[in-house]
């Protein structure tokens, strides 16, 4: 089934560590393709914040951490900050589809 | 710096055509696919195609495949993307972005600004 499974929402304190998940299939993650992580602040375009499960574009803090394993893959980000309020999806490639697929995305509010 | 930027916002009826564009620079631009990746108003992103202007090989999502049409003029560095008739449904921001290639996938980095395109019934 082509679909990434990602909470709506997570919410946290400032300075507190957060952990938004990205569940896939056999079709996608689970046939061992990377997932890559985009932060979409309100009224903008989608930013690549990791790519390839854990790397990290230049100039995206070490705060933003991302891993992977099995069918299913996370984004920590720890220290967290008001600037860090913003809409998050991941994204794999996907057999059935032959091309790309993100997840529905998660709207992380920092409290 | 590498940069897409999008054409301008637009405003349509129903029925009408429309091509929007993203032209590249900073990058050889033959040599990137590009795709398209729809957003409505409030939802998620979803991925429509792509393209590699060096020969204009496209593949599009089963989901918009005979919905919309991507062109390239690798001369321009610019790629395209039209409807023939639009549709109210058709309202949302269209991002272009390129792709980039890793050991196990692919991912789009940078993205253009969006182009809103409004359609009116």
């Known amino acids: 089934q082509s679909v990434l499974t990602q909470p709506p929402s997570v919410s946290g304190a400032p300075g507190q560590r957060v952990t938004l998940s990205c569940t896939g299939s056999?079709?996608?993650?689970?046939?061992?393709?990377?997932v890559h992580w985009y932060q979409q602040l309100p009224g903008t375009a989608p930013k690549l914040l990791i790519y390839?499960?854990?790397n990290r574009p230049s100039g995206v803090p070490d705060r933003f951490s991302g891993s992977k394993s099995g069918t299913s893959a996370s984004l920590a980000i720890t220290g967290l900050q008001a600037e860090d309020e913003a809409e998050y999806y991941c994204q794999s490639y996907d057999i059935s589809l032959s091309g790309l697929l993100f997840g529905g995305g998660t709207k992380l509010t920092v409290l | 710096e590498v940069q897409l930027v999008q054409s301008g916002p637009e405003v349509k009826k129903s029925g009408e055509s429309l091509k929007i564009s993203c032209k590249g620079s900073?990058?050889?631009?033959?040599?990137?696919?590009i795709g398209w990746v729809r957003q409505m108003s409030g939802k998620g992103l979803e991925w429509m195609g792509m393209i590699y202007p060096g020969d204009s090989d496209t593949r599009y999502s089963p989901s918009f495949q005979g919905q919309v049409t991507i062109s390239a003029d690798k001369s321009v560095s610019t790629t395209y993307l039209q409807w023939s008739s639009l549709k109210a449904s058709d309202t949302a921001i269209y991002y272009c972005a390129r792709r980039n290639t890793g050991g196990g996938g692919y991912w789009l980095d940078p993205w253009g600004q969006g182009t809103l395109v409004t359609v009116s019934s």
């Open positions: 056999s079709s996608n993650i689970g046939a061992g393709y990377d």
């Open positions: 390839d499960n854990s």
């Open positions: 900073g990058y050889s631009f033959s040599t990137h696919w």
